[in-house]
């Protein structure tokens, strides 16, 4: 099994473009996640779903969008590319099973903004 | 607000020796006590968990120590190994859609 497949793996974009970060995985979990993790910090989440169509706002969302059209993707879109964007982003995806919340995260996509 | 505080930044022990890791929450609605491993240009992977009805699990070299009233929470490796040099960070949760909330991270490093 692949897991959570995150593309690409480094990109550097400039200020003020935009680009869509893709997630999928193959778990048939229906929770998915966006974090982005800051040098020397944990990860913050950015947005995340519970379901197909379903998508709700996490601690830090604004410049960012997302969609769940399907249970396997759940793409981050980065419109107007800002410096405070430079991180890596985790997609991470979960189950709920006999009360234990596992979670599997992709290897992360590092952003560069110039 | 901050709700997780994780201790210490960073953590350098001998081959052998007991890697200890603290983390404190404040909320008390959280049910799920886990530690993430994180080695570099890798994502984050569960390495252990615990549920509050118990105060402490042991897997391997692994283990957590639990204290409710406390709201406290401990990683403890023990005979680290150079292996075992990664970040570590603990994210106690709550709830079916289970937003984590990760704690800032403890830079282990094992040497020989």
């Known amino acids: 099994n692949a897991g959570v497949t995150q593309t690409p793996k480094f990109r550097i974009l400039k200020i003020g473009q935009s680009m869509t970060l893709q997630c999928t995985q193959d778990?048939?979990?229906?929770?998915m996640y966006w974090y982005r993790q800051d040098p020397g910090m944990g990860l913050k989440l950015i947005y995340y779903?519970?379901?197909?169509?379903?998508?709700d706002k996490g601690e830090v969302p604004n410049g960012y969008n997302v969609s769940r059209s399907t249970t396997e993707d759940f793409p981050l879109r980065l419109e107007l590319a800002a410096p405070s964007q430079t991180s890596v982003y985790f997609c991470?995806?979960?189950?709920?099973?006999?009360?234990?919340?596992?979670?599997?995260f992709g290897s992360g996509t590092r952003l560069t903004v110039v | 607000q901050q709700q997780v505080k994780q201790s210490p930044q960073s953590l350098i022990v001998q081959k052998g020796g007991i890697s200890i890791i603290n983390c404190a929450y404040e909320n008390t609605a959280f049910d799920y006590f886990p530690w993430y491993q994180q080695f570099p240009g890798k994502g984050p992977a569960l390495l252990i968990a615990?549920?509050?009805?118990?105060s402490e699990k042991k897997e391997g070299r692994f283990t957590i120590s639990f204290n409710k009233s406390a709201k406290q929470f401990s990683l403890h490796i023990m005979d680290s190994q150079p292996g075992d040099s990664a970040t570590y960070f603990c994210a106690p949760n709550t709830g079916t859609a289970s937003k984590l909330t990760f704690g800032t991270g403890t830079r282990l490093q094992v040497t020989l």
């Open positions: 778990m048939n979990h229906n929770y």
């Open positions: 991470a995806s979960s189950y709920l099973e006999g009360g234990n919340y596992g979670y599997t």
């Open positions: 779903s519970v379901g197909a169509g379903i998508t």
């Open positions: 615990i549920r509050p009805d118990v």
